[in-house]
């Protein structure tokens, strides 16, 4: 038997990003005993890289805005399959979770009358987003972690979690992992769990997203018994950098489009006049003129067509690219150079001015910068019940960009900050009244926590066979290739014989060195969860036979009402992990209350 | 295509020594790629951190030609020509390769006393611009700590760690004691608990931070000023926190409403 070092808590909350520290300060606050865990270090989590903002209507630009209006932004954004309690929440309390941030020392651009500034951004109707420069994630979540440190949270980093644990009757009751400097096994027992994980774009090849987003958490959930839904609805962020190609994916942020840059071909075109959906139609503008008119005052003009939601304008741009209207590098040009002053470009944008000048030796208040798609953000997740962020399973809570729900088929920008904080709350409180109801010291099956932590160290017992790092790439060329931004039926089912392929090669790593900060090893853990959520993906994309927001069917290219009622909802009954028999079935939609079914009416 | 040599310390707390890798160099790479190029061809267990490839985390701190560097804002085209030497901060004790036990960073920020703003007046809090841009430049700090490690007073002096916050959390001291909205005084733990005193102001700090945080000239000069009136006149104190600027001037104001 593996020895292992144990921990009993109340709430243990896996990942520390805006979710995870959010929630993690809601048990605290209540009493109980809380540890927060993840594999990085504290402050490092994906989080930090948010760039433009976070959205809450709270009207400090445009009074005339409203909880209703952000509400109809996110469901249409999300083509209407969100899960609309939660879009409503969401939407009804980010302005308070934004302003509380303030009391915990969050410093947002302010407006000139001293309140915090709102930015526009696409698919909001408007200006919405508070930010600091463009770096309002790292202001996120540093006022959130100092939150927790001065809540004396016990914060365990660098701490990998493998798998979830129930108990005999099947009740989460905690997680097995190791830690990554030392290699050795841990495991705690706890009352309730939140995942709060993040995301999962580390399956493609060019993405925003850093080394944590393997999908940990959907894989551990689905492992664990928990619904996932809608998992074939992918962001590819239309603005990710395209040259040098060792940054190939590097975020560009909407920001640089809110302030004023345009996007054009090789041609000069401002091609996204030729992409305005029926959709948006009424409330886009149809000529240059009177865009520009609507970035100095939204009511003499409608708003720009670079704003439209990113699955519209991500699509657009590969079909330029495609057309042949590409820049030298395989993207299109983003211009902000020729239409703001320098100094307003390094002010607004400071870090995508370094980001240029550093890293491809662009300078955008003198270029235009060459840009194109790149896998960003995961719609589906976890299924959770909005109010407190309760899994399927008992016992398991869920919050952030891991679970699925609030953003439907395409996600808003500014919108997951937003959500982070709204859910991340809810999903500590949802859990410590869970952990306050429930008798008894939870009791984590042995026989589970074995079985993890063998598979985990199998890697150093074989000898000759797989290397991690190569797999890894291999699986990145393929969901890019396959499962990318636009996809086939075909194509499908050929990624579903190679992920079985993966699989099985994943079961012959090996991995040199000792357990000690080993990343080859790391990496090595990580490869089940990756192809658990590829996996995951592919189904949902195969069985979702119309084109909806992040997922788009060369062969169905038009959204299907029918599709429109369902959630591809996603089971593991009989568990197996990695080599599980994955379950997907559609399930109806939870039906809006005719109160917010009006908002819509009004709208055409 | 030209090959590239690579230097990168292999080792833990017991010891180690320089590795040599070479490899075939690529257009437009930054030193965490070649790293990660090691890893993935001759070095599957070559430790280091990183997260965001961006400069934007400060997980990827390393002495790169002996420098504290970001590996991934470090372009290789733009090192001298020959081998590339990778080393650990030499500040912090080493756990594995370039990942060192930054930990002290983190109970430092334990000793920071918590913001403490008055109640939220209905319609939230009104701050200037003009009042916060100081405290939005120390939080630009993305904890790389690569000040800390440059510090003389730690890096040389492992002794020095127990009463000395550094660089990094001066800023952090700073910035709360300017923030327009902060109730507490921390002056007098920052001159004794957190000894800002035994900063010489040699400005290394400054010339290593990524952000281009002016952490002398702008936090520890006038922390340092700041905590000389707490021992002599908490009258000056008090009316530097409460005269703050109530308008922005015209120029700043049509500046942000943009
Ligand atoms: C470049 C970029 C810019 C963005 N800009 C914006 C923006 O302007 N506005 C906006 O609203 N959204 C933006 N987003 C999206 C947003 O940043 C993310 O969706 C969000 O931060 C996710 O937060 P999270 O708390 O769910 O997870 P994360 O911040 O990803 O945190 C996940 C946490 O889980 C931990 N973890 C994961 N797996 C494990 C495991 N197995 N064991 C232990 N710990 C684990 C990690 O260590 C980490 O602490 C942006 C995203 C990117 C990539
Ligand atoms: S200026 Fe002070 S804090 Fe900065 S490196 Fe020199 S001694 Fe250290
Ligand atoms: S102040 Fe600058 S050098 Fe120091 S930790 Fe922060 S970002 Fe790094
Ligand atoms: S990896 Fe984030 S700063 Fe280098």
Redesign the interface.
Known sequence: MAEYESHDYDVIIIGAGGAGLRAAIEAKARGLRTALICKSLLGKAHTVMAEGGVAAAMGNVYPEDSWQIHFRDTMRGGKMLNNWRMAQLHAQEAPDRVQELEAWGALFDRTPDGRILQRDFGGHRFARLAHVGDRTGLEMIRTLQQRVVSMDVDVFMECKILGLVADAEGVVSGAVGYWRPTGEMVVFSAKAVVLATGGAGKSWKYTSNSWECTGDGHAMALWAGADLIDMECVQFHPTGMVWPLSVRGLLVTEGVRGDGGVLRNSEGTRFMFNYVAEMFRAETADSEEEADRWYEDHSAGRRTPELLPRDEVARAINTEVKAGRGSPHGGVFLDIATRRSPEYIRRRLPSMYHQFMELAGVDITAEPMEVGPTCHYIMGGVRVEADTGAATVPGLFVAGEVAGGMHGANRLGGNSLSDLLVFGRRAGMGASDYAAGRSGAPKPDEGEIQHSITEALAPFERTDGENPYELHQELQEMMQTLVGIIRTGDELERALGELDVLRDRAAKVTVGGGRAYNPGWNLATDLPAMLTLSRCVTLGARDRKESRGGHTREDFPTADPEFGKVNLVQRQPSGGGVNGDIKIAPEPIPEMPPELAELFEESH | MSDVTMNVWRG?GDGGDFAEYTLPS?????VL?VIHRI???QA????????????????CSAEVNGKPRLMC?T?MDQLPEGPVTVAPMKAFPI???L?T??SFN?EM??Q?P??A?PP?PEG??????ID?ER??EF?????CFMCQDVCHVIRDHEENKAHYAGPRFFIRYAE?EM?PLDTNDRRELVRQKAGLGMCNITKCCTEVCPEHIKITDNAIIPMKERVVDASYDPVAWLGRKILRRQK?SPG???????
């Open positions: 833990d690529q257009e437009g790479e930054v790629d890893q993935a061809t599957g267990d070559l430790a280091c951190r990183w997260n965001c490839k961006a400069g934007k985390c400060g997980s804002m372009r756990i594995r390769d990942v036990d930054v983190f920020a334990k920071v918590a913001f703003p939220r939230g809090y009104r701050m200037q611009q916060i405290g939005q939080r630009k700090c993305i904890e709360l923030h922005a700043e104001a049509a500046a942000h409403g943009a």
